[in-house]
T-cell receptor, first 111, second 113 residues
Framework: EAGVAQSPRYKIIEKRQSVAFWCNPI?????LYWYQQILGQGPKLLIQ????????DSQLPKDRFSAERLKGVDSTLKIQPAKLEDSAVYLC?????????FGQGTRLTVV | GDSVTQMEGPVTLSEEAFLTINCTYT??????LFWYVQYPGEGLQLLLK?????DKGSNKGFEATYRKETTSFHLEKGSVQVSDSAVYFC????????????FGKGTTLSVSS
């Protein structure tokens, strides 16, 4: 069974630039999550989708972050404009229920 | 709100030593509990889980028992190997709050031969 696919693996941008991350979840998983993992900390939920709809985006900084899930499958997470404190690993996960299967993440460095 | 507290690391052990990583939680509902592992350069992998009180999750020689009376889910392994060196995350998913995971800060384990 194919796992959760994410791209790119690494990204370096300057502050105030924009960046987008892509995620393809495990086939058939209705729930998709984006987490932010800052160095030395555990992952923190940014947004949760159930099929096409947003279930929880309470911790998403909506002034700069946006996310969408296309046709209930792939998802993109965008940051515009980026700040230095956005440097982190962005993890996508999908799940048929509680828990989740994670992709390898995108390591973002904002300079 | 819900939260997970893990013991501070790093934990440094010799090969074949006994491992315990403590994890306690606070939750308003009836959470499922998880241990995830992150090997160097890799993504998060589910190690084991337990969905109700007194359940024991186990995998690859690791075990953890869901203790509702002490709100704990400590990770144990009887004999660690160098290949177990990784960061271990305790997490919960509370049905009252949806299915997203709430993670602890992680505990780094380093095993030397």
């Amino acid at each position: 069974e194919a796992g959760v696919a994410q791209s790119p693996r690494y990204k370096i941008i300057e502050k105030r630039q924009s960046v987008a991350f892509w995620c393809n979840p495990i086939s058939g998983h209705a729930t998709l999550y984006w987490y932010q993992q800052i160095l030395g900390q555990g992952p923190k939920l940014l947004i949760q989708f159930q099929n096409n709809g947003v279930v929880d985006d309470s911790q998403l900084p909506k002034d700069r972050f946006s996310a969408e899930r296309l046709k209930g499958v792939d998802s993109t997470l965008k940051i515009q404009p980026a700040k230095l404190e956005d440097s982190a690993v962005y993890l996508c996960a999908s799940s048929p229920g509680r828990g989740g299967f994670f992709g390898q993440g995108t390591r973002l460095t904002v300079v | 709100g819900d939260s997970v507290t893990q013991m501070e690391g790093p934990v440094t052990l010799s090969e074949e030593a006994f491992l315990t990583i403590n994890c306690t939680y606070t939750a308003t509902g009836y959470p499922s509990l998880f241990w995830y592992v992150q090997y160097p350069g890799e993504g998060l992998q589910l190690l084991l889980k337990a969905t109700k009180a007194d359940d024991k999750g186990s995998n690859k020689g690791f075990e953890a028992t869901y203790r509702k009376e002490t709100t704990s889910f400590h990770l144990e392994k009887g004999s660690v190997q160098v290949s177990d060196s990784a960061v271990y995350f305790c997490a919960l998913s509370d049905q009252q709050a949806g299915t997203a995971l709430i993670f602890g800060k992680g505990t780094t384990l380093s095993v030397s031969s």
